[in-house]
T-cell receptor, first 116, second 110 residues
Framework: SAVISQKPSRDICQRGTSLTIQCQVDSQVTMMFWYRQQPGQSLTLIAT?????????ESGFVIDKFPISRPNLTFSTLTVSNMSPEDSSIYLC?????????????FGPGTRLTVL | GQNIDQPTEMTATEGAIVQINCTYQ??????LFWYQQHAGEAPTFLSY????GLEEKGRFSSFLSRSKGYSYLLLKELQMKDSASYLCAVRDQAGTALIFGKGTTLSVSS
């Protein structure tokens, strides 16, 4: 398995501000993903964080709102920009070490964001 | 489009057996996964199926029929700690992220 840490674990933010979430993995991984889990809902993929190039965003998510960095194979950040209460959610980092194998995706502990 | 369906809620009693069904319609198929998620925690991996048939792992088993786009998770000898949300997820292509269903909330009572 992979050990994944996220910072911060939770935050309460004001409307209009931005928050950057960090994801650190204990080993090099091929694929890193960011998901959102709104209250009482399942996981929705925001984007795939690509090392050395721009992230690949899913329909409904844009780079201006959710800029992502991935400077190396063990670290990524997700920024939630110009926040509104609708952005209140849990944000989860996920990794897939060897995507062509039977290996699964592992999840970080999540960042619980509340926007007032 | 991509669609994964599972029941919203299920209830069962301690010691019983429960089956959580999942049907999927995806553009491709590269594996079906089941995760368990307790309230306030991250999802944890339970099982993986890529070929038809049953995979058994202790009290948990998972079944897959690719031709029917169908899977189930079977939980035996239920315990109170099994109360959680169970997420069905599909990888439609190698190297891509999992697509999740809405999850099934299982409540186990004594």
């Amino acid at each position: 398995s992979a050990v994944i840490s996220q910072k911060p674990s939770r935050d309460i933010c004001q409307r209009g501000t931005s928050l950057t979430i960090q994801c650190q993995v204990d080993s090099q991984v091929t694929m890193m993903f960011w998901y959102r889990q709104q209250p009482g809902q399942s996981l929705t993929l925001i984007a795939t964080a690509n090392q050395g190039s721009e992230a690949t965003y899913e329909s409904g998510f844009v780079i201006d709102k959710f800029p992502i960095s991935r400077p190396n194979l063990t670290f990524s950040t997700l920024t939630v920009s110009n926040m509104s209460p609708e952005d209140s959610s849990i944000y989860l980092c996920s990794v897939d070490r060897v995507p062509t194998s039977t290996d699964t995706q592992y999840f970080g502990p999540g960042t619980r964001l509340t926007v007032l | 489009g991509q669609n994964i369906d599972q029941p919203t809620e299920m209830t069962a009693t301690e010691g019983a057996i429960v089956q959580i069904n999942c049907t999927y319609q995806t553009s491709g198929f590269n594996g079906l996964f089941w995760y368990q998620q307790h309230a306030g925690e991250a999802p944890t991996f339970l099982s993986y199926n890529v070929l038809d048939g049953l995979e058994e792992k202790g009290r948990f088993s998972s079944f897959l029929s690719r031709s029917k786009g169908y899977s189930y998770l079977l939980l035996k000898e239920l315990q109170m700690k099994d109360s959680a949300s169970y997420l069905c997820a599909v990888r439609d292509q190698a190297g891509t992220a999992l697509i999740f269903g809405k999850g099934t909330t299982l409540s186990v009572s004594s």
